[in-house]
């Protein structure tokens, strides 16, 4: 979702744009929902977060196959989300004023400080790493800004007439109308709205998931509440 507007403008015809979304999110969204019933029907209760986790390193080649494909998958992943943070980063430090020299500068400073956390970090602590900023960034990306920017947005293109167009009922020397300015709403009085329902949903369920999948990356990178294979659950190698 980042990346949609790169997305959109790499397209031949952007016109085209929400045919795109309406066919990608909708297979994403088939796929995501058979997966994760077939795999909860399997499991039950003792279906861990990542379904492959269920089952020994020495599982069937099926499931190493599976494994690869969503490495595989990884390998694309971190390009696109590269291109993202440089043309954020160039945007908001550069001002869009990018020469060859500046472009190569910053792609290896980018790279150099991306990279080592992925090479270095065990299985483990990366899963700890994505959790935590998962809970930050996904919640703010997906949730909380758009809510803002809604509120933002809304007291500049209102119903009511925009600051400077609306006329005053007094006549100046002159015999012209001056604009008399309009004042902006007031987000209290934008929240009183029920246009403001779903925003302010977004907000509510936004700063509920930061603050709850922060806290339980912190308590698992702590050591506290870490996943064990409960009593009733069957061993890893009985899957496979």
């Known amino acids: 979702h980042h990346s949609s507007f790169l997305v959109k403008n790499s397209l031949r015809k952007p016109s085209d744009w929400p045919k795109v979304v309406n066919i990608s ?13 077939a795999g909860y029907n399997t499991f039950l209760r003792c279906t861990r977060p990542n379904i492959l986790n ?3 390193p020495d599982a069937d080649q099926t499931i190493n196959f599976a494994r690869f494909l969503l490495a595989f998958t990884m390998i694309f992943t971190f390009p696109m989300e590269f291109f993202v943070v440089r043309q954020a980063a160039t945007t908001i430090f550069l001002k869009g004023d990018v020469s060859t020299t500046r472009h190569y500068v ?20 990366l899963g700890l790493v994505l959790e935590i900023s998962g809970g930050l960034a996904a919640s703010a990306l997906g949730f909380i800004l758009p809510g803002l920017m809604w509120f933002r947005f809304q007291r500049y293109f209102n ?7 609306k006329l005053s009922n007094v006549t100046p020397i002159g015999g ?34 930061l603050i709850v999948n922060t806290v339980l990356g912190i308590m698992h990178a702590a050591g506290v509440g870490t996943y064990e294979n409960p009593s009733f659950c069957p061993d890893l190698g009985d899957y496979n």
């Open 25 to 37: 999110v909708g297979i994403a969204t088939a796929l995501s929902i058979i997966l994760s019933i």
């Open 54 to 56: 269920n089952f020994s």
């Open 106 to 125: 910053l792609t290896l400073i980018i790279f150099g400080v991306t990279l080592p956390p992925g090479v270095f970090l065990s299985s483990d602590q």
């Open 159 to 165: 119903d009511s007439p925009p600051p400077s167009t």
């Open 176 to 209: 012209q109308n001056q604009p008399e300015p309009v004042p902006e709403p007031s987000y209290l009085s934008l929240l009183c709205t029920k246009e403001a329902i779903p925003p302010a949903c977004l907000l509510v369920i936004g700063l509920s998931s």
